[in-house]
C-alpha cells in the first residue's frame, strides 16, 4: 500500500497494510487507525497551531484537576500508538490511565502499548479541528470496542465537548460529567476552550485554575 495526499482517507485494509504504513521510514507525522478492515490516515504533514494549543491545555486542565481531586496513581500521555496485535490500532491525541499498575516503557521493547499486555486507558481524547467527522462515528466504534470507559472529543472550532461513557452493552452513551476524572463537567472544559479561542492556552489553563481555586475558597471541592 502506498501513503499519498490523495489517496482516500479511509481505505479497506489489513492488518499487514497497517504494519506496512506504521514501520515505513519514509512516513512522518501521520496518524494510523485500523478496526479491523478499514485504515484511516490522518494530520498528513505537520500538526496545525490550533489543534496543537488546545491539546497541550487539555492535558494542562486533566493534570490540575487530578492532583486536586484524585488520589489515585495516574499518567497522562500524548499521541502514544495502542494496538490489540493483529485486531485493532489507534493513536489518540491524549491518553490518561488512572492505575495501580501504570504502563511504563521498558528498555528493548516496541516504542507502542500493547494492549493485549497492558491495561486499556481509562480515557482517550480527539482534538478535532479538521477531523470531526470521524472522531464522532469511525474513532468512536474503535474506541468502544477496544472497551475504553470513556471518550471525549474536543471541538476546538465550535468551543465544544463530546463527552462518552461506555455502557454495559458496549456502546457510548453521551454524559455531561466525567465519571473518570470525579465529575469533571463538560461545560467547565467548554467555558476553558472559549478562554482559549480569546487568549493562548496559557492564559485558558489560568483562568481554569483560579475556578479550581474559587471552588477551594467555596468549600466545593470533593474530599
Known amino acids: 500500500m502506498t501513503l499519498s495526499v490523495d489517496q482516500p482517507k479511509v481505505t479497506s485494509a489489513r492488518w499487514s497494510d497497517y504494519e506496512h504504513l506504521r514501520d515505513d521510514p519514509t512516513i512522518e507525522k501521520v496518524q494510523l487507525f485500523f478496526d479491523g478492515k478499514n485504515l484511516w490516515v490522518e494530520n498528513m504533514g505537520w500538526e496545525g497551531i490550533l489543534h496543537s494549543e488546545a491539546r497541550e491545555l487539555l492535558s494542562a486542565v486533566i493534570m490540575m484537576w487530578l492532583i486536586r481531586h484524585s488520589d489515585r496513581p495516574a499518567k497522562i500521555l500524548g499521541s502514544c500508538v495502542v494496538e490489540k496485535p493483529g485486531k485493532k490500532a489507534a493513536a489518540p491525541d491524549l491518553l490518561i490511565y488512572l492505575e495501580d499498575d501504570l504502563p511504563k516503557h521498558k528498555p528493548g521493547e516496541k516504542r507502542r502499548i500493547n494492549l493485549d499486555q497492558e491495561p486499556a486507558p481509562n480515557l482517550v481524547i480527539e482534538v478535532a479541528d479538521t477531523t470531526l467527522a470521524s472522531d464522532l462515528d469511525l474513532k468512536k466504534h474503535l474506541y468502544a470496542e477496544l472497551g475504553i470507559p470513556e471518550y471525549w472529543v474536543i471541538d476546538v472550532v465550535a468551543s465544544r465537548i463530546f463527552l462518552f461513557s461506555l455502557g454495559g452493552d458496549g456502546i457510548y ?38 475556578q479550581l481555586s474559587t471552588q477551594i475558597s467555596n468549600g466545593q471541592e470533593k474530599k
Open 173 to 210: 452513551q453521551e454524559v455531561e460529567k466525567s465519571a473518570i476524572l470525579n465529575s469533571l463537567s463538560g461545560q467547565l472544559i467548554e467555558q476553558t476552550l472559549e478562554h482559549l479561542n480569546q487568549g493562548s492556552n496559557v492564559s485558558a489553563a489560568a483562568w481554569f485554575n483560579q
